[in-house]
Nanobody, 124 residues
Framework: QVQLVESGGGLVQAGGSLRLTCTAS????????MGWFRQAPGKGREFLVG????????KTADSVKGRFTISRDNAKNTVSLQMNNLKPEDTAVYSC?????????????????WGQGTQVTVSS
């Protein structure tokens, strides 16, 4: 079992930045692929970024490329999402997820563990 807890969400003006952090417990963190997703009202979960077990490989969705960056600290069991130049359309609930697969999945089904999510609201 893996428990994931996100923090760092909130209200920010367009053009601003936020850093989300996800803290994991319950399983060897450095064996897990980690990812960030978001879900806006009335929409499905959208893959944003993923990072390999050691942090050497990342995958980023085109919709956030150049603005969002994922990183991890295996010593602290944390994965972070740095979001820059935020836009009102980035408003959503952001969730971290963990995968036991070998390669970074981009589908929801590729992740077996999820955090409860944190709200990010970007005002215009």
């Amino acid at each position: 079992q893996v428990q994931l807890v996100e923090s760092g969400g909130g209200l920010v003006q367009a053009g601003g930045s936020l850093r989300l952090t996800c803290t994991a417990s319950g399983r060897t963190f450095n064996r897990l692929i980690m990812g960030w997703f978001r879900q806006a009202p009335g929409k499905g979960r959208e893959f944003l970024v993923g990072i390999s077990q050691g942090g050497g490989t990342t995958k980023t969705a085109d919709s956030v490329k150049g603005r969002f960056t994922i990183s991890r600290d295996n010593a602290k069991n944390t994965v972070s999402l740095q979001m820059n130049n935020l836009k009102p359309e980035d408003t959503a609930v952001y969730s971290c997820a963990a995968s036991t697969l070998t390669l970074i999945p981009t589908e929801v089904q590729g992740y077996g563990y999820w955090g409860q999510g944190t709200q990010v609201t970007v005002s215009s």
